[in-house]
């Protein structure tokens, strides 16, 4: 089979097509424009090899266009796969803009022309699923993604599909769950976030702190919040909630290295979760030499003022 020559029974005919029908309140309507090579009639179910594809205007890598695309140079198609092709691209919510064109390469094969224009409205996003890591989530999304670090679109047809994405990287540790975008709140920031969780989280069954000296186990569930128990463990915000509500009181001992090294879960079923957070107080900070700069000034009535002495336990407030 032989692609037919341009030379004969050819004319360049470009359509343009809205082709993205309806679409969420929050994503943009897409008007994918197709150059299409008109061939007669006789030819237009065959199928030629996938010659070459040009990319403009995305910083997304080759690979992933084409996974997202279903698309692989070599592979024999026809135009309506084609087509289908630049639909499955549109129908991902990554675009504003899709121009799709194709012609005949110099092996007589299809040469595609993918002009795309990426979402750049991005919101803060965290990876929430609970035994997954996850930076390495991160690391994997962003190789495919590169624009997505730690954020992802506002368009929620991208979010889906960036959930999608997540879920075949992740099952093993989904138990056959559904990976969902649900919109939260930072609890450092108070700005928006896209939380990418299972439908279901466990429940937080028990906490047991290890590693802790200057504060009893009594005293840190007083300060992470006894209401806890029950909830839904979400591995970013249960780490915010450390940062959030026990760090500062490890900070007014003086202790600002603290780090809460790991946080490991104990299943008792699919739906229940006991969690251990081991803690890392580190050294007493102390007060070295105090200055204070202006002139004329009185220090050492500043300084007796403030009760600033060498030597004393540096806590933050």
């Given amino acids: 089979m032989r692609m037919p020559s341009t030379k004969a029974a050819v004319r360049f005919h470009p359509i343009w097509r809205n082709i993205a029908g309806p679409m969420p309140a929050r994503s943009s309507r897409i008007l994918l424009a197709l150059g299409l090579l008109m061939i007669n009639a006789e030819a237009q179910g065959n199928h030629y090899p996938l010659e070459s594809v040009t990319l403009n205007g995305t910083a997304l890598p080759e690979s992933t266009v084409l996974d997202i695309a279903g698309l692989h140079i070599g592979a024999p198609l026809d135009k309506s796969e084609i087509e289908q092709a630049c639909q499955k691209l549109n129908e991902s919510g990554l675009f504003t803009a899709l121009n799709c064109h194709y012609a005949a390469g110099p092996n007589h094969g299809y040469a595609l022309t993918l002009g795309l224009t990426d979402q750049t409205a991005l919101i803060e996003a965290s990876i929430d699923v609970p035994g997954a890591d996850e930076e390495e989530a991160w690391r994997w999304l962003t190789a495919r993604y590169p624009p997505f670090d730690h954020k992802v679109p506002v368009d929620d047809t991208a979010q889906r599909f960036l959930a999608d994405a997540l879920q075949q990287h992740l099952k093993a540790s989904l138990n056959g769950q559904p990976i969902l975008p649900r919109m939260e709140s930072d609890l450092t920031s108070s700005k928006p976030l896209v939380s990418f969780q299972p439908e279901t989280l466990p429940k937080i069954t028990s906490i047991t702190f290890t590693g802790k000296h200057t504060l009893t186990s009594t005293d840190l569930m007083r300060l992470a919040g006894r209401s806890l128990l029950g909830q ?34 104990a299943r008792s079923s699919p739906a229940a979760v006991a969690v251990t957070v081991a803690i890392d107080e580190g050294p007493v900070f102390t007060l070295g030499d105090v200055q204070l700069e202006g002139e004329n000034l009185p220090v050492s009535a500043m300084l007796k003022s403030a009760n600033l002495n060498k030597g004393q336990v540096v806590g933050w407030s």
């Fill in 232 to 265: 839904g463990f979400a591995p970013y915000r249960f780490r915010q909630i450390l940062d959030t509500n026990i760090r500062p009181a490890y900070e007014d001992r003086g202790m600002y290295p603290v780090r809460f090294s790991s946080i490991s879960l």
